[in-house]
């Protein structure tokens, strides 16, 4: 499974880091995944926040490039989003995502971040 932390209530302008961990079945794969966050506003469709290949290549939506980091630790297995300058918009439900053969998902933290 994978378990998502790190989420919380934030003022604009602040910072919170997302960790998102592997265990069980999923550790064996996990290296061989791209990896990425998602994120889901009330009345949104789910959207991609950012994502990192097996090679270490990025990929950034534009309205977080500049403010969001995506890292992993695969001796870990766990995946980060480090979120700077959070502004309202960032607020949503965050996801992390494992796509392979087999798509993984968490089951979601909270980002609240009020003006």
């Known amino acids: 499974q994978l378990v998502e932390s790190g989420g919380g209530s934030v003022q604009a302008g602040g910072s919170l880091r997302l960790s998102c961990k592997a265990s069980?079945?999923?550790?064996?794969?996990?290296?061989?995944?791209?990896k990425g966050w998602y994120r889901q506003a009330p009345g949104k469709q789910r959207e991609l926040v950012a994502e990192?290949?097996?090679?270490?290549?990025?990929n950034y939506a534009d309205s977080v490039k500049g403010r969001f980091a995506i890292s992993r630790d695969n001796s870990r297995k766990t995946v980060y989003l480090q979120m700077n300058n959070l502004k309202p918009e960032d607020t949503a439900v965050y996801y992390c995502n494992l796509r392979g053969d087999t798509d993984y998902w968490g089951q979601g933290t909270q980002v609240t971040v009020s003006s």
């Open positions: 990192i290949t097996t090679s270490g290549g990025t």
């Open positions: 069980g079945m999923i550790t064996s794969v996990f290296w061989g995944t791209i």
